[in-house]
């Protein structure tokens, strides 16, 4: 399953970069504390609809208390892939619960499905783990600092009232020099607390992604559904695009080459009739010739740009930045030729967004930066322009639908206002060791 | 005058021989692939090569990188490529030394018998002939950036042609106007544009080019 894009405004908000950010967190880790009660409840809910099962009773009330379960685990979901950008894949959607009208064959069906649901028993397991594990977890920093206020913020003020069995952590405060080093200690526990708050998270998340995720089989079919769907897709673009090349070869060079035998032999007839109308004819003929070579030529270009198929991306973009009325600051790190159909897809890709740029940004200049970085295919297309670009537009559409078939991503980070930076993806690993990096502008 | 030529497609090497010797050039060689036209440049020292880029081995810049690496060694060694599409890096390439006699066109040019044989000449005497079709999109391109949009839709023409190599006669020749007249708009262009006058022709061409691709 390939990660779900996070949205990069969301990604930068990560936690623990400041005194703000470590509140925060702690009162995450409040809210993961109290939401363990909700968590057990719903267990405990599930829990006795089983139990209830064989009465009947359990029939009606197993459904909505897995739904409520489902409901409390996807928050969990949620505020994993939020605060710690943590990405859990959500299990099956549960088994449609019963209509009113239903008999009880119907509830019998519906029992009998949710009972062999993966993902329910993922959910209950975790509704046993989260109270004890993640529950205490989240409990940690903030216990540290609840106690670190007894120290620092209650201790001098009721110590002398205490008298003798008045310890904090492991000082008797029963002299003001005592009190000063238990505040001294309480605001260590504050600043221990709100330093562990942001790693407790992420432990946290890390920690619900184990119970929470997907199976594995779910994964594989959700994987093979996508696979099977992009295959799809690009079987319908590979036919479009052969009817394409048909038609226009069909329309247009085809037919001008039929049009070019004729005029010729109309213009042989005529060599000896009427010399000057056959050398009008054969005029005709050599413009006909060009206008043919130049439907080919444009042909060819559309299929594989020549340039891409000598030079690869690297050299095939700068081309593109010539052509382009926009100043296209170009930087290629490279290692040598990457495998055709990659640097195929990826110079559509470039091209579509610099042409996206070139219309609707309004920016005078674009940055184009080429990598091969992780095993992957990096381009990034970054203009100073007004922003605000529509992800869903036809063209941003067709750029994804180039990179799917590579398990390519497009992420794109256009707040209005601008800047506007795109960044594409495609997995791949580089046909050739030799290194050639360089930067131009053009 | 001396040509070497380069070009894998039986035919079309046929063709251009005949072309040329018809046109009084010794053909002293005619190639069909990358490595021999290399050692064929260096050795025989020819006035002018007419290089297709695509060659074989690599069936990719084969010609285009001979040629290149030929005038490393002969700088200004007159070379006209020639090229199924032609391509704005490449033109580029082939001007970044500011050498001049340079060429590069389409092979559709071909047909035009005596516009091609003239840019042969042109290129050997070290001039700069630049296709048609580079010009068209350099001053597209300048067009969209408002470069010459200060320019009247005559002075564009001449510079068009200007930038394909023409001399002040054959600008006027072609558009139907005296020389004074192409001379008159030349100097407009000129200092419209900001571009120091030159009596030298490709100076002229690689003027308005750098000029373009700006």
Redesign the interface.
């Known amino acids: 399953m390939t990660e779900p894009q996070v949205d990069m405004a969301q990604a930068d908000r990560r936690p623990g970069s400041s005194l703000k950010g470590a509140l925060a967190d702690l009162g995450r880790c409040q809210l993961l504390s109290l939401a363990a009660l909700a968590v057990s409840g719903a267990g405990t809910l599930v829990v006795g609809a089983l139990l209830l099962l064989p009465v009947g009773i359990g029939l009606l009330l197993l459904p909505p208390a897995a739904a409520a379960l489902r409901r409390i685990s996807d928050r969990y979901r949620d505020w994993a892939a939020r605060w710690t950008a943590t990405a859990i894949s959500p299990p099956q959607p549960l088994p449609p619960r019963p209509t009113p009208h239903e008999n009880t064959t119907g509830r019998h069906r519906q029992a009998r499905a949710l009972l062999g649901d993966n993902g329910f028993w993922h959910d209950l397991r975790w509704a046993w783990a989260e109270p004890w594990t993640g529950a205490l977890l989240a409990a940690v920093p903030l216990a540290l600092v609840e106690y670190g206020l007894f120290g620092a913020a209650v201790q001098p003020f009721v110590w002398r009232h205490l008298g003798d069995g008045n310890w904090y952590a492991f000082i008797p405060v029963d002299s003001t020099p005592a009190m000063l080093t238990a505040l001294l200690l309480g605001l260590g526990f504050i600043a221990a607390g709100l330093k562990l708050a942001p790693a407790t998270l992420r432990l946290h998340a890390r920690w619900s992604r184990r119970l929470l995720a997907a199976p594995h089989t779910t994964e594989l079919v959700r994987r093979i559904e996508h696979l099977a769907g992009s295959r799809a897709d690009i079987l319908d673009v590979q036919a479009a695009e052969l009817r394409r090349i048909e038609r226009d070869l069909h329309d247009g060079a085809q037919a001008r080459l039929v049009a070019l035998g004729m005029t010729l032999d109309e213009a042989t007839r005529l060599l000896d009739r009427d010399p000057p109308a056959a050398r009008a004819l054969l005029h005709e003929v050599r413009a006909t010739s060009q206008r043919a070579l130049q439907d080919l030529r444009e042909l060819v270009h559309g299929v594989l740009p020549p340039i891409l198929a000598d030079r690869g991306i690297g050299d095939a973009v700068r081309s593109l930045a010539l052509d382009s009325h926009l100043d296209v600051h170009i930087e290629t790190a490279l290692p040598g030729r990457l495998p055709a159909p990659v640097e195929s897809a990826g110079y559509f890709a470039v091209a579509e967004l610099l042409a996206n740029a070139a219309k609707h940004s309004g920016a005078p200049e674009v940055h184009i930066r080429l990598s091969h970085t992780d095993g992957a295919l990096r381009a990034t297309v970054t203009d100073a322009g007004r922003g605000g670009a529509d992800p869903d537009g036809s063209g941003l559409q067709g750029v994804r639908r180039r990179l799917d078939p590579f398990d390519g991503t497009l992420v794109l980070h256009s707040p209005p206002g601008g800047p506007t930076t795109a960044t594409l993806e495609i997995p791949c690993a580089s046909s050739s060791p030799k290194t050639s990096s360089s930067s131009g502008t053009d | 005058m001396r040509v070497v030529l380069a070009e894998d497609l039986f035919l079309l090497r046929d063709g251009l021989t005949r072309t040329l010797q018809e046109h009084g050039f010794e053909v002293i060689a005619a190639v069909d692939n990358g490595p021999a036209l290399l050692k064929t440049l260096l050795e025989e020292q020819p006035d002018v090569a007419v290089v297709d880029i695509?060659l074989p081995p690599t069936f990719?810049?084969e010609g285009l990188q001979a040629a290149l690496e030929a005038r490393r060694s002969r700088p200004a060694l007159p070379v006209l490529v020639l090229s199924?599409?032609v391509?704005?890096?490449?033109a580029?390439e082939l001007l970044a030394g500011g050498q001049g006699a340079i060429g590069y066109l389409l092979?559709?040019r071909i047909?035009?018998t005596t516009q091609f044989v003239d840019a042969v000449r042109t290129v050997a005497a070290g001039g700069t002939v630049m296709d048609p079709q580079v010009i068209a999109?350099l001053l597209a391109?300048?067009d969209?950036?408002g470069t010459t949009a200060q320019l009247t839709p005559r002075e564009l023409d001449v510079l068009a042609l200007m930038a394909e190599g023409r001399s002040n006669a054959a600008v006027a020749q072609t558009l139907f106007i005296s020389e004074s007249a192409v001379a008159k708009h030349t100097a407009a262009i000129f200092t419209k544009l900001r571009i120091e006058p030159s009596a030298d022709d490709n100076r002229r061409v690689l003027a308005v080019l750098a000029y373009l691709?700006r």
């Open positions: 695509r990719t810049d199924q599409y391509d704005q890096l490449y580029h092979k559709d047909t035009h999109r391109r300048s969209a950036r691709k």
